[in-house]
């Protein structure tokens, strides 16, 4: 008996193309990492560079470092994690809390343990358009309190950015981009739109989901699905726990990408120039000479 309620928002969902289970790896210093995008088998799913599901405990984290040409996003899972950049902007990021960065030019910063215990989150890096490469930097920072969130039917999400459910995210993407995190109890299913001409993929966080199709076979924590063509999603939760999975998409750029570790621009020239305007504190990076973190001060490395 459906009901007018009943109505498909998708109707070609997208199928799973590939399937990565993102083991566990040593970076930064002594943190280790799930890298699912970003790794050799998968260098660029344009517009985005890396995901990581990061796992630090002090004294390892992310010393000073600096970034150019594309956006972090670190959203905490669990315990809490200090940064502080080299134009004095700092604070914590709580479990549940959101940093959209913007590097644009440049920034150099320290992302550190702020507690005891094990810190888990993620950060996506998302690339930048070339006309918004060197544009100045900006943070977008939300508390877990303040972040979107709507429930219905067993399926909670919590809307990083982009819209679901009929609401949407106040964070602003340069580069398009959607952000969910859905959880979704035993028996729960899912139809979330997501543009037809976007990249789109599903990273599970807890229990095991199937994805695409009904007839696929279950899909279980810490496995990457790059979804194929189509106009939305279809998951469901056929287990007796719950599943807890993003969901991030992201309208392609279309341009050349040259990666040199944190620095992503276009060609290899200008990643010589980034090299060179690191080097001597020039073009964005004036603020780093001489700078340190507080968390580095007194280590001596
Ligand atoms: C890094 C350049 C970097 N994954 N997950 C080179 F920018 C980084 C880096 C991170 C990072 C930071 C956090 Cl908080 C979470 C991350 C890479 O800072 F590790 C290398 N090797
Ligand atoms: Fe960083």
Redesign the pocket.
Known sequence: MAGIEECNVVENPRLVVRKFQARPQH??DG?V?RRSIGRLEMKYFDPFL?L?E?SISAPAG?PD?P?RGFETV?YMLQGA?THEDFAGHKGTIKAGDLQWMTAGRGIVHS?MPASDGTQR?L?LWVNLSSKHKMIEPKYQELQGKDVTKASKDGVEVRIIAGEALGIRSPVYTRTPTMYLDFTLKPKAHLQQPIPSAWNSFVYILEGEGVFGNLKSSPTMAHHILLLGPGDGLEAWNNSSKVLRFVVIGGKPLGEPMVQF??FVMNTQEEIDQTIDDYQYCVNGFEKAKQWRSTAAIGLDF
Do not use: N, R, Y
Request: glycine letters at 18%.
């Open positions: 970076e930064g943190a990492v890396l990581d990061f992310f470092h970034h670190t994690v992302e989150g950060q570790g944190p």
